[in-house]
């Protein structure tokens, strides 16, 4: 067997598995830092999909873009 197939292999494998965990970001267009949110914003989203598409959502990804506390620019007077 090639090196590449096993290789291949181990990353469809952690693709697949299933990461049955919500996953919600900020991150700063500056520094580059992603902080995670503790609450969910599209939690009653995700619910109201399920009957008017046949998909089954396992969970979800979400990420916003900004800046982050120190990158936002303090208000100068
Ligand atoms: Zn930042
Ligand atoms: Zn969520």
Known sequence: ML???SRVDIKGE???SPISQDRHYVTCLQCSQSF???HCPVDHLAEQF???MSFKIYYHTLEFFGL?????PKAAD
Do not use: A, H, I, K
């Open 14 to 16: 952690s693709l697949y």
């Open 3 to 5: 090196p590449l197939q």
């Open 68 to 72: 982050c506390e120190v990158c936002t």
């Open 50 to 52: 399920q009957p008017s």
């Open 36 to 38: 995670p949110l503790e």
